[in-house]
């Protein structure tokens, strides 16, 4: 494993991207999902199954994880920019990319992937999937980017009982991995310096790469290279409807696994041999 730091420039701000590499062989970039808690080390487990084939790599995207977390108004252009200088610079020969969650509207960005791969996909942050209206959403981003305000409301969003419903609700289906010491250290991921302002603009929609179902799944259908959807049998109806739109598209070759909106984590270990033939170039439908 070699860790290492990508300094990325965007506006006025430089940023370290914290990143990893496993095994050898063609080269595959594992994007995490955007969440609050979100971290590269979700993907540990799908990243060392496959590194045994692959030249693995991962990283936390710029306000999340352990790379740089500056005051910044995020926002889609932040991603896709960072994302697209990070291959153009780390990668000089044709790359498959896995990408969980939200992370799969800005991997369609690019059409420079040679496979993509996407787990759980959605577009939606979490309270425009409730419903909670735009000008709403705006209020409460607003209010978490306030200086005192906006920390004790972070606070309490991130309080280790709270996580841990979160958890149980929607992203994990076997409630007992929910250990006091995996919640306590996905607590210590949102307490960095600067942790509150990237997830509040993800929970808000503030980094939904789409406004329309239409729109993402346009993008998906014109996609020129091979894609498989991998869809979470347990996944909460709303997003699992989402995901099966885009396993219907007739371009999409679709897998549906156990698991809900974390199954990357939770069951890497049973997807990447799904994945695996898929990403070596068998593009049999399952």
Do not use: C
């Amino acid at each position: 494993m070699q860790l290492d730091i990508y300094t990325w420039q965007w506006q006025n701000h430089t940023l370290n991207i914290a990143t990893e590499t496993f095994g050898s062989g063609p080269s595959v970039l594992l994007l995490p999902a955007f969440s609050t808690v979100s971290t590269r080390a979700e993907l540990a487990t799908l990243a060392q199954a496959l590194a045994s084939h692959f030249q693995v790599t991962l990283l936390d995207w710029p306000g999340f994880g352990d790379s740089d977390r500056p005051a910044l108004p995020y926002q889609p252009d932040v991603y896709r920019q960072f994302l697209k200088a990070f291959v153009k610079d780390t990668f000089p020969q044709e790359v498959a990319v896995v990408a969980a969650g939200h992370a799969a509207g800005y991997a369609l960005t690019l059409q420079s992937w040679s496979r993509m791969v996407l787990i759980a996909p959605t577009w939606r942050g979490p309270l425009a999937v409730m419903g909670a209206p735009v000008a709403m959403r705006r209020g409460i981003r607003q209010l978490v980017s306030a200086p005192v305000v906006g920390s004790a409301l972070y606070g309490l969003n991130t309080r280790p009982g709270f996580l841990k419903w979160m958890y149980r609700r929607h992203v994990f289906v076997d409630e007992t991995q929910l250990t006091s010491d995996y919640i306590a250290k996905r607590y210590q991921n949102t307490q960095q310096p600067g942790a509150r302002y990237a997830p509040a603009a993800f929970v808000t929609g503030g980094l939904d790469p789409v406004d329309e179902r239409e729109e993402f799944l346009a993008g998906l259908a014109q996609q020129p290279e091979p894609v498989m959807v991998i869809v979470g049998e347990q996944a909460p109806p709303r997003s699992k409807a989402e995901m099966e739109a885009m396993a219907k598209l007739p371009n999409i070759q679709a897998a549906y696994l156990p698991g809900s909106l974390g199954m990357a984590e939770e069951f890497g270990d049973a997807i990447a041999p799904v994945i695996l033939p898929f990403l070596q170039g068998n593009t049999t439908p399952i």
